[in-house]
């Protein structure tokens, strides 16, 4: 039992279950947050649908060492940007937004075919509510009628986002995120960090495995990190016109750099949540425990109403902007909702800046 997915039991009793009853769905719906496990998940799941070995998914077998290298032939990934079979397309993850129908049409063409060697041809779509409208269609008729020996994974944590025609057809399993202590024991027995520094990743990455381990091989994850929480103290004592000026510069970016800027405005989200919690006498909770006397300090110009509508408002935002809305308009409009506080501590830290 190799299952590498932490605090997910119920996932993967569903899918454990599956297997073991025979009752293998032809579509499976990933759902929950980022950075909690869905695409290890779907993996290991592949995994245990063809594992040879004596315990699956055995993690040593050839079919599962080919999986879990992205090597097998009969389980494939489709993504934005990804394969298809037309000579003179050249779509790439960098100039595509959407996941298009030639590319679904290539996968049909792979599952009209028996797999070469494994039980299950199993595909993985993701982010499945990135497939366009076109390529819905298609790929519905394949998931009303689809070959036996056929699983499909769609991943999304935006499943609001897909066709209800999609969600119906396939079995929904949900992720959430994995309790701190989880995370730390995680880090510290399998990745050898050592406990400080486990305990602080495990706080910052709210329940999000995926996300400590990254942070942990990736240095300037934690840069802008840190230059957005700067940034969300800054703007919170900042005039509107500085404000503005800061939705512009943001705003103007967004089209060459969506991920950065959906980055920047979900740790603006924890940062308001840590001010509600704060208000809300639940401090214990707050996340960004370095900053605690400047959030306090903030915290104290403003309710839990106010702390509420900015957190509505910036949840509003990085859903219209992944809608494709005029980015600066959005993120102005976002600025407006903002309560202006007023904190000596902060103008005086970012006098200068
Ligand atoms: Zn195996
Ligand atoms: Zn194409």
Redesign the pocket.
Known sequence: MSWTLVGQDAAVAVLKGAVANDRVAHAYLFAGPKHVGKTVAALQFAQLLNCTGDEPPCSRCRACERIGGAQHPDVEMMGIGGL???QD?K?TPDDSRDI?I??VR?VQHLISRAPYEARYRVIIIEPADALGREATAALLKTLEEPPPYVVFILISDREELLPDTIRSRARRVGFGGAPAALIEQSLRTRWDVEPPRAAELARLSGGRLGWAVAALYDERMMEQREKALNRAEALAAAPLAERFAFAASLGGGYTKDRAGVQATLEVWQEWWRDILLINARREDGAVHRDRLDTLRTLASQCDVAAAVRALRAITDTRQQLAENASPVLALEAMMLALPELRSNAVSQRFAGR
């Open positions: 298809c079979d037309e397309h779509h298009r030639c590319q290539r």
